[in-house]
C-alpha cells in the first residue's frame, strides 16, 4: 500500500474534523425536531378537537331549545290532553298536525318533519301532510326508550 503524504493527512484530518460534529449535530438536531414538530401537532389537534366539540355543544343546545319550544307548544299541550282524554280525537289530531306544520315552516328545513306519537306507539300526526300517519313506532329503540 502507498503511503499517503502529509498534505493529504491533513485535508482529510481537517476534513473529518468538521464533518463528524457536523453530522452529530445534524442528527441531534434532527431528533429534536421531530419530537418538537409531535408535541405541536399534538397540540394543534387537541385545540381542534376541543373547537370542534364547542361547535357539536353550541349546535346541541340550539337543537334542544328548538325541541324544548315544539313541546312546550301551548296548542299542541292542549291538543294531546284533548287527544289523550278521548274527546274528538279527530279534531285534537287534525289541530296537532296544523300546529307541528307551523313549527315545522317557522324552523325552516334544517328537520325533515315533526310527529306526533300516541302512547300506543302509534304516529297520530306529522308535521308534512299526513305522510307518516299511522306508522308503527312502537317497536323501535327510541320509542322503547
Known amino acids: 500500500m502507498k503511503k499517503k503524504t502529509l498534505g493529504f493527512k491533513i485535508i482529510v484530518g481537517g476534513f473529518l474534523i468538521v464533518l463528524i460534529p457536523m453530522l452529530v449535530m445534524g442528527v441531534f438536531a434532527s431528533f429534536k425536531s421531530e419530537s418538537i ?11 381542534l378537537a376541543k373547537s ?46 296544523k300546529a307541528l306544520a307551523k313549527v315545522h315552516k317557522s324552523v325552516g328545513d334544517n328537520y325533515e318533519q315533526f310527529i306526533f306519537v300516541s302512547t300506543e306507539g302509534i304516529i297520530s300526526a306529522d308535521s308534512v301532510g299526513g305522510k307518516t300517519k ?12
Open 52 to 97: 370542534l366539540s364547542e361547535m357539536v355543544q353550541l349546535g346541541m343546545t340550539e337543537q334542544m331549545t328548538i325541541i324544548k319550544s315544539v313541546a312546550s307548544n301551548v296548542e299542541i299541550i292542549a291538543a294531546a290532553e284533548k287527544y289523550k282524554s278521548g274527546q274528538d280525537k279527530e279534531e285534537s289530531i287534525a289541530r296537532i298536525d
Open 134 to 145: 299511522g306508522l308503527d313506532v312502537k317497536e323501535r329503540a327510541y320509542f322503547k326508550d
Open 37 to 47: 414538530i409531535e408535541s405541536l401537532s399534538v397540540d394543534r389537534a387537541v385545540s
